[in-house]
């Protein structure tokens, strides 16, 4: 499904992100990436969904070589990727039907195809009776909840998440891991960065540690090993 080979990330300001990265992820995998901050794992995601390309090395995903993909070919790997991210990312002027739709839009659903989609993607979130409403109106934990539909909405092949309980407290933030543990049950892989040890402790998933640009540990049912 996932495979870097000798993945290095160097910016232009000259900060190593990412070291001699080799990790292969099996399709319907959940993965934790975890680590201090700055230890690269937002950089590990957005290689993932070519948001960053590597300095160095290779990224397979499902097949497709995602240096050599061309940039008119990345929107057509984004469809079947969806993403969570830690500060929702919605459209403040649309209702919360009408963002989980916007993914949809773009990739050129038809209207009736959109109109049976979304309200099954809001019923699996628990917000069908909030279709109508701006995010302006909604928790932190429904706005969350939001932008998962809005990543399942394509059926993706995997999800990437990171940090999406940073915002939350901790009762929301196991509704929302609630929800991803049972997307992944259904055969989507999951890819989540987190500081969220007692979450990381619990769910007893397969973790990789990574510090200063390197992959440190890489266990299956793995704890989360640092003090936060």
């Not at 839009?105 to 099954?120: F, H, M, W, Y």
């Amino acid at each position: 499904m996932i495979a870097m080979f000798n993945v290095s990330k160097t910016y232009d300001n000259g900060v190593k992100a990412l070291i001699d990265v080799n990790v292969q992820i099996k399709k319907g995998e959940f993965v934790f990436l975890v680590g201090p901050s700055g230890a690269g794992k937002s950089t590990f995601t957005k290689l993932l969904f070519r948001e960053e390309t590597p300095s160095r090395g290779h990224i397979m995903v499902n097949g497709v070589n995602l240096v050599r993909m061309k940039n008119k070919e990345v929107p057509y790997l984004r469809r079947k990727i969806g993403v969570v991210f830690q500060d929702f990312r919605l459209l403040s002027t649309k209702t919360v039907y009408e963002n989980v739709a916007f993914a949809l839009q773009i990739a050129e659903t038809s209207n009736r195809e959109i109109k049976k989609i979304v309200p099954a993607a809001l019923e699996m979130v628990g917000l069908s009776q909030r279709a109508d409403d701006l995010p302006s109106s909604l928790s932190g934990g429904e706005q969350q909840r939001v932008g998962l539909a809005r990543a399942i909405v394509n059926k993706p092949m995997m999800i990437i998440a990171d940090e999406p309980t940073g915002n939350l407290d901790p009762d929301t933030s196991w509704e929302i891991m609630k929800l991803l543990d049972d997307i992944n049950k259904m055969g989507t892989t999951v890819v989540m960065a987190t500081h969220a040890k007692d979450i990381v402790d619990a769910m007893q998933k397969r973790v990789i540690a990574m510090e200063n640009g390197k992959v440190v540990r890489d266990e299956q049912k793995g704890a989360y090993g640092y003090e936060n």
